[in-house]
T-cell receptor
Framework: DTAVSQTPKYLVTQMGNDKSIKCEQNLGHDTMYWYKQDSKKFLKIMFSYNNKELIINETVPNRFSPKSPDKAHLNLHINSLELGDSAVYFC???????????FGPGTRLTVL | DAKTTQPPSMDCAEGRAANLPCNHSTISGNEYVYWYRQIHSQGPQYIIHGLKNNETNEMASLIITEDRKSSTLILPHATLRDTAVYYCIVRGQNTGTASKLTFGTGTRLQVTL
């Protein structure tokens, strides 16, 4: 009965590759998010989607493209991976844009 | 969103109350105070939030000063499993960026035997 789930949990890949991280929530929430936590442990929002529409895009390189096929899913596709993309990526969801956000377990991406 | 200031670290003996302070002197009238925690290698976990009144749930209590410029998160009986980084976040409502949580550096709480 996991509320917010992400796959994979770990992702190791080479520079220049394209990869995707998937997120699913079974809470019936309308809003979903992607956050990035870098090696210094700073946690920053990247994107938010409300009812499949992009609400926030925090000056993230356009190599990052979120895709929301339906309200329950928000996937993150990353093109041409760079060393600096290595981080833990967290998905979150909330009932509306103003409600409490609940986070997934994270995906640790390592770019070699 | 208003910025918050938290001590970088605190220690607490198991079974005792852990009182985690947060200063948010520039908070606006429509901004809520949220608390999350992050246990090592896990996703941030929601704890509690409030606007003006003190709040209590099964995890913790939140005490907000009358002028709303500071707050304290109280874990009444800390256990080893409460060892984590605790984040105090001030978040606006009814604004264009209401959905944005801005995490600071938080307080690393170490609960010891």
């Amino acid at each position: 009965d996991t509320a917010v789930s992400q796959t994979p949990k770990y992702l190791v890949t080479q520079m220049g590759n394209d990869k995707s991280i998937k997120c699913e929530q079974n809470l019936g929430h309308d809003t979903m998010y992607w956050y990035k936590q870098d090696s210094k442990k700073f946690l920053k929002i990247m994107f938010s989607y409300n009812n499949k529409e992009l609400i926030i895009n925090e000056t993230v390189p356009n190599r990052f493209s979120p895709k929301s096929p339906d309200k329950a899913h928000l996937n993150l596709h990353i093109n041409s991976l760079e060393l600096g993309d290595s981080a833990v990526y967290f998905c979150a969801s909330s009932q509306t844009e103003e409600d409490t956000q609940y986070f997934g377990p994270g995906t640790r991406l390592t770019v070699l | 969103d208003a910025k918050t200031t938290q001590p970088p670290s605190m220690d607490c003996a198991e079974g005792r109350a852990a009182n985690l302070p947060c200063n948010h002197s520039t908070i606006s009238g429509n901004e809520y105070v949220y608390w999350y925690r992050q246990i090592h290698s896990q996703g941030p976990q929601y704890i509690i939030h409030g606007l003006k009144n003190n709040e209590t749930n099964e995890m913790a209590s939140l005490i907000i000063t009358e002028d709303r410029k500071s707050s304290t998160l109280i874990l009444p009986h800390a256990t080893l499993r409460d060892t984590a980084v605790y984040y105090c976040i001030v978040r606006g409502q009814n604004t264009g960026t209401a959905s944005k949580l801005t995490f600071g550096t938080g307080t690393r709480l170490q609960v010891t035997l």
